[in-house]
Nanobody, 114 residues
Framework: QVQLVESGGGLVQAGGSLRLSCAAS????????MGWYRQAPGKEREVVAG????????YYAGSVKGRFTISRDNAKNTVYLQMDSLKPEDTAVYYC???????WGQGTQVTVSS
């Protein structure tokens, strides 16, 4: 049974930082690329960052490049998203996903106040 459990969200002031975690189980974690996505109210879900199975290659959406860092620990079956210099427009529910699967966790709410 696939499980993706996101955590680490919260309320932070603009300019602050948060570190999100996604604990995965039920599939061979180290064999899959992982991605972080977000969905703001009234908007479609969008990709934020991605990382390949070995952790050597990363991708970032233009809106977060230089501020967010994705990483993974294959020994812990966990992927992280370090978010720095947060902006109010980063407010959204953040989700993780493996490969192109249809599995999503419950998400974690990030709220950035101005």
């Amino acid at each position: 049974q696939v499980q993706l459990v996101e955590s680490g969200g919260g309320l932070v002031q603009a300019g602050g930082s948060l570190r999100l975690s996604c604990a995965a189980s039920g599939f061979p974690f180290s064999s899959y690329a992982m991605g972080w996505y977000r969905q703001a109210p009234g908007k479609e879900r969008e990709v934020v960052a991605g990382i390949n199975s070995g952790g050597s290659t990363t991708y970032y959406a233009g809106s977060v490049k230089g501020r967010f860092t994705i990483s993974r620990d294959n020994a812990k079956n966990t992927v992280y998203l370090q978010m720095d210099s947060l902006k109010p427009e980063d407010t959204a529910v953040y989700y993780c996903r493996y490969g192109n699967s249809g599995y999503w966790g419950q998400g974690t709410q990030v709220t950035v106040s101005s």
